[in-house]
């Protein structure tokens, strides 16, 4: 069974960076064709679906915030990473590291809050 955990701090100040990890224990995340994913759902919205990066460490982003959005991998301790620059209010949410061939494995989520 693929599990996920994010870790991370649960509160950043603004302008700040926002860096948040994933462990996937029970498989690998260089397995053929899986990609790992980081999706946030701010208070009252929908699910937001902020990038990816594949089993060989190709990436993709929303262009909504690519700019602004850095997605990594280490392979060595089976985790991948998202960097979140020049956060504002508006990157308040619940931050979810999700992946598989699809949306398979669902970390529990963390609360990230953007406050001075």
């Given at each position: 069974?693929?599990q996920l955990?994010?870790?991370?701090?649960?509160?950043?100040?603004?302008?700040q960076?926002?860096?948040?990890t994933?462990?996937?224990?029970g498989?690998?995340?260089?397995?053929?064709?899986?990609?790992?994913?980081w999706?946030?759902?701010?208070?009252?919205?929908?699910?937001?679906w902020?990038?990816s990066?594949?089993?060989d460490?190709?990436t993709s982003?929303t262009p909504?915030?690519k700019i602004h959005t850095?997605i990594?991998s280490?392979?060595?301790?089976?985790q991948?990473?998202?960097?979140?620059?020049?956060?504002t209010?508006?990157?308040t949410?619940?931050?979810y590291?999700?992946?598989g061939?699809?949306?398979d494995?669902?970390g529990?989520?963390t609360?990230v809050t953007?406050s001075?």
């Open positions: 069974q693929v955990q994010e870790s991370g701090p649960d509160l950043v100040k603004p302008a960076m926002l860096s948040l994933c462990t996937v224990s498989g690998s995340i260089r397995s053929r064709y899986y990609y790992w994913n999706i946030r759902q701010p208070p009252g919205k929908g699910l937001e902020l990038g990066i594949g089993y460490g190709s982003y909504f915030l850095s990594s280490d392979t060595s301790k089976n991948f990473s998202l960097q979140l620059s020049s956060v209010p508006e990157d949410a619940v931050y590291c999700v992946g061939l699809g949306f494995y669902w529990q989520g609360q953007v001075s």
